[in-house]
């Protein structure tokens, strides 16, 4: 049985990026990634901030996108653009082999076409032999087996998401749209996001058993007649569990739920968490890895989930009320320029220090309800 210092299951992101910063730092890092060529589960659309920490080069950028076009259930619309790139759209396959190739430029074994089976505490056993790493890593996703093995909890709530690929170029390629409302997709919403040569039409959902029919559904009325170049399924874990650490096993990015609640987007603060954890690793400092993630992601992922919370409760007429306040040229303007897709909660300090904006936000807070029903939504 080959001893090693960090064994990695899971060669998305997440994983590559421990690998990566723990190899560089000198560990002996062995990653195994069973599928290195299966379909894309994502829709790429992540920060400018993101992109350039998750180090994406130009040729991996399908499309830059200057904000968001909602729409409300009952047709109010708010398009919400500023002025200046806010994100782009990658090729999600080609970064996740980058991110493996430097892993492997760092000096870490990658295994591709390797399955980890089962841990027994001591050894790894795998489709390619048996291996005993002194620290475990599970970077294997939102259905974590690594998590079962070493009996951590799993995250508080998973959504079903489909997307399909559909052959239309975008109109509006600097744009993406989101469909609020049940009959899109209860519990979440809908997306369609410019990727170049396609767009990426999908949802996800709380239903998790009629999602796939929802998906038809919205690409029967979004775009009908267009070719479809491939549909994929996947889930969205939100929520992060109490503990995502036990002794000498660490869980990241998916696996430990480190994703927005209110988009499901997980590669940046997956990313953030696994660059800090390669890196602890390194200094010989695993164990300081649950009290630092949560440091730099913990209160951003509480404001989301408070704020998801608020969401599930707002019936469709009010969803709709609210998208035709932020609607107002004023304040889309504002929210376009001064929002964060990574951070939601500095607009509400942003939004605090804007007195003009003020009568805007009390119109919003009538949408839902008034003052004592947003206490409500809060405190839901
Ligand atoms: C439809 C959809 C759209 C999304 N869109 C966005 C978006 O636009 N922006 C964004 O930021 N996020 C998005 N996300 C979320 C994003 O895809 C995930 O947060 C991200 O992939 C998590 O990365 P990860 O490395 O933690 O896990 P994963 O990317 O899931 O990687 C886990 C890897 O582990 C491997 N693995 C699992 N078990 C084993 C095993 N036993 N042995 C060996 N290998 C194993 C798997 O093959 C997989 O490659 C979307 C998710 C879905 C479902």
């Not at 509006?172 to 609020?180: A, M, Q, S």
């Not at 704020?307 to 998208?323: P, T």
Request: proline letters at 5%.
């Amino acid at each position: 049985m080959e001893k090693i210092d960090l064994a990695v299951v899971g060669g998305g992101p997440a994983g590559a990026i421990v690998a990566r910063e723990a190899a560089a730092g000198g560990a002996k890092v062995v990653l195994f990634e069973r599928s290195p060529h299966a379909p894309l589960r994502c829709a790429g659309l992540i920060s400018t901030r993101a992109a350039d920490e998750l180090g994406v080069s130009r040729d991996l950028v399908l499309a830059e996108i200057h904000g968001a076009v909602i729409h409300g259930p009952g047709g109010s619309d708010a398009a919400l653009l500023s002025s200046r790139p806010k994100a782009v759209v990658i090729d999600r396959k080609r970064l996740d082999a980058r991110l493996r190739a430097r892993a492997r430029d760092a000096g870490a074994r990658v295994m591709e076409g390797v399955s980890v089976l089962g841990w027994d505490g001591t050894a790894l056993h795998t489709t390619a032999g048996k291996f005993r790493p002194g620290i475990l890593v599970g970077a294997d996703g939102a259905m974590s087996a690594v998590a079962r093995w070493t009996g951590l909890p799993g995250p508080r709530e998973v959504l079903v998401a489909y997307q399909a690929e559909v052959a239309v170029r975008s109109g509006r390629p600097d744009r993406v749209e989101i469909f609020l409302g049940r009959d899109h997709a209860p519990g979440f919403f809908a997306w369609a996001i410019p990727a170049g040569d396609t767009v990426r039409a999908g949802l996800a959902t709380t239903e998790t058993k009629g999602a796939a029919d929802l998906l038809r559904r919205f690409l029967a009325r979004r775009f009908p007649n267009a070719p479809i170049r491939g549909v994929s399924g996947g889930l969205i874990p939100i929520g992060p569990p109490a503990r995502v650490s036990a002794g000498g096993t660490f869980l990241v990015g998916d696996a430990a739920a480190q994703v927005k609640p209110l988009t499901g987007g997980g590669l940046y603060y997956g990313g953030t968490a696994a660059r800090l954890l390669g890196r602890l690793i390194a200094d010989g400092e695993p164990a300081e890895y649950e009290a630092r993630w949560r440091e730099k992601l913990g209160r951003e992922i509480e404001f989301g989930l408070r704020a998801r919370r608020a969401f599930l409760a707002l019936s469709d007429g009010e969803l709709n009320r609210l998208v035709a306040v932020l609607g107002d040229r004023a304040l889309s303007a504002f929210l376009a320029e001064r929002g964060d897709m990574d951070y939601p909660s500095r607009l509400v300090r942003e939004l605090k220090r804007a007195p003009q904006l003020w009568s805007l936000g009390l119109k919003a807070l009538a949408a839902v309800g008034g003052l004592s029903r947003l206490g409500e939504l809060l405190s839901a």
